[in-house]
């Protein structure tokens, strides 16, 4: 939390820990509490790996890292970014030859590839990384969102019965720590 700060204190342009910074801090397009929802599906596919999804150091890498998981960054923040430095012709100005260029490629792959199983359970967690993981930050899911997205239904049932709940809560609990874990 070394990066964190309050809405009403003064807000430096860079915000959060390097590999959970969302694109638009890194673009230098202002940033609100959906960086956070970026960052917090950062840690949740960290979980899933057992390693950090965007290891690097350099901005430029970090964003072809982004787009090799996530596909193009949409041509609106690239135009708008003051990063002018990071942009051609409104794409990303990245050498996929270069030697970084080739490590994105080696390390890096399209997200759904790192689904380790085709299980309900393992597509609605990467369904909400993904919407968690939106590049533009008014379209990202906010954090209210993301817990009520269908990964998470095993905490909201419906059942007017609340040992039903309970009950179910704690078998799904425990199969959702057997399946992530496998």
């Known amino acids: ?6 809405e009403h204190e003064h807000h430096t342009s860079v915000v959060s820990t390097r590999h959970y910074r969302a694109p638009e801090v890194i ?17 949740l596919i960290e979980y899933y790996l057992g390693s950090t999804l965007f290891q690097t150091h350099d901005s430029k890498e970090h964003l072809a890292m982004m787009e090799r998981v996530l596909g193009p ?10 990063k002018r430095r990071y942009v051609h012709r409104c794409k990303l100005d990245w050498d996929v030859h270069s030697s970084s260029g080739r490590y994105v490629r080696k390390h890096c792959k399209p997200l759904k590839h790192y689904m ?5 359970d393992h597509h609605q967690l990467f369904d909400l990384i993904e919407k968690m993981m939106e590049y533009d930050p008014a379209k ?5 969102q993301a817990l009520r997205h269908p990964f998470f239904s095993c905490y909201y049932s ?18 959702n720590k057997r399946r992530l874990n496998s």
């Open 158 to 175: 419906s059942s007017s019965s609340s040992s039903k709940r309970s009950s179910s809560r704690s078998s799904r609990s425990s199969s």
């Open 27 to 43: 673009l230098d397009l202002g940033w609100d509490h959906s960086c956070d929802v970026w960052s917090v599906g950062c840690i």
């Open 116 to 120: 380790a199983s085709k299980d309900e």
């Open 140 to 144: 990202r899911l906010s954090l209210e």
């Open 1 to 6: 939390f070394g990066n964190a700060t309050y």
């Open 73 to 82: 960054i949409p041509t609106n923040l690239l135009q708008k970014t003051k």
